[in-house]
């Protein structure tokens, strides 16, 4: 592997932030943050991965966003807003849903708190504050100032798409641009505020992870969303036409799962022009996420390769073409501008030899998940006995059902094929698999937390191709057990994921 972060045996565990309990409606990056990371620690785990840590989109999606630079505003913590004295405690007695996150509720309570805040914070930083801030801002202008105006238009001109914006501000004429800037100046400077606390808070809870030998795990999505201020601020990196449309847009032809494919919808990259500058804003993109996280899975690897063409007036992906990504010139940018990168390759799918062998070159570990491995026989490639070290193994990913959902709607064949192989019964299913994967020679083994807690298909984070009820899952502190942590330290201590001595065990 490219990064001596990721030559260890680690075991970790999937959980967006969104998911954790807390009073305010959905999870964020308060107290709760901090004693997730201290349940993993006493549980062996040294990995926390993430979804994608920016703002929402469509469905309320992290992965369809306004912005892939910029983070959530929905993971902003509260109660240190509070500790500041910028919003009085008693503005946080609303009363929510403690078991999912009600998007259509939840989303403007906690923007009028964060606009409080900001009032809250003008009226009392005094010059010391307002330099932070300022000096903040500096240090990420190479993306903020963009997604700042993008956000001051959105809220003027919502539910418009920003081609449908007037003319000027759509297509940047720097004079409209000049002036906008200075007619929404207040609201600009909110959203700074906002992206300041968010950092300022990720940062220290990424600094209190490693402080208990946690690392952070990030999510890039290949793709960034057409109405967001990625493809509004360089156009000239996408695929759109004079009024700023997308021509062609991205998703996956027919397969086995579909048969008219997935037509994702987002604007697919202009490469010879990326190309033509060295590959800067990718270099900008991965140096940011570098930041938030110590590694980065990067969605749809394949897409580097070779990528899915579809006409933007086509309703399904049925009639689209394969296209030449970029290939190995856009890795040996990013590694020639940032050095050894820690990514992970989501290389699931049906993936070609020019697939594997670009992934081999740039020595990053795939991925293998156990939900899919018993479809066939013995020498299905997601069986434990077959994988390389170079392997990141997943129990399921966010896109699957919880562990005990999937068993209960298996294959006969894929049931008795797997109570085989694991040796196990189907009282203890879960966690023979989560044995087989912990114990496989996969460097990385990560697995939902859902599948920890033994819950059933409602507690699925995402169903692909609906819209409808998804990200929404939250989890209470009552359904955590001493004996959970204990068994699945044990069992990261058995197969050297974590030292015994570390966890106070006996070997």
Known sequence: MPSSLMELRRAGVVLH???????????????????????LNKAGQTLWQTLPLSPVGPGFSPYMGSSVFAGNPMLVALEPLVARGWIPAESLQEQFDDLKVDYPQVMPWRMARLRDAYAGFAASAGVSGQQDLAQWAASQKIWLEDYVLFMAMDQVFSPSLWPQWPADLALREPAALAQARLQYADELAFWRFVQWQFDQQWQALKSYAHSKGVLMVGDLPIFVAHHGADCWARPDLYLLDASGQPQVVAGVPPDFFSVTGQRWGNPLYKWEAMHADGYRWWIERVRRQLALADVI??????????????????????KGRWRNGPGDALF??????????????????????EVVRMRERTGFPGMRVMQFAFSGDAHHPFLPHNFDPNTVVYTGTHDNDTLLGWW????AHEHAFALRYLDATEEDFTWALLGAASMSVARLSLCQFQDVLELGT??????????????????????VTPQMSERLAHLSAASARVGFERLGLNA
Request: aromatic residues 14%.
């Open 17 to 39: 932030p969104t998911s954790l309990p807390g009073p305010h409606g959905s999870g964020d990056l308060g107290p709760n943050a901090y004693y997730f990371v201290d349940w």
């Open 297 to 318: 899975r990067i969605d749809h690897f394949r897409g580097f390769v070779d990528y899915w063409e579809i006409p933007a007036d086509e309703p399904t992906a049925v």
């Open 332 to 353: 040996n940018a990013l590694t020639e501008a940032l050095g050894p990168l820690p990514i992970i390759a989501e290389d699931l799918g049906i993936i070609t030899d």
């Open 408 to 411: 209960a709607s298996c294959s």
């Open 458 to 479: 409602a507690h699925r984070m995402n169903v692909p191709g609906t819209t409808e009820g998804c990200w929404s899952w939250r989890f209470s502190w009552d359904w």
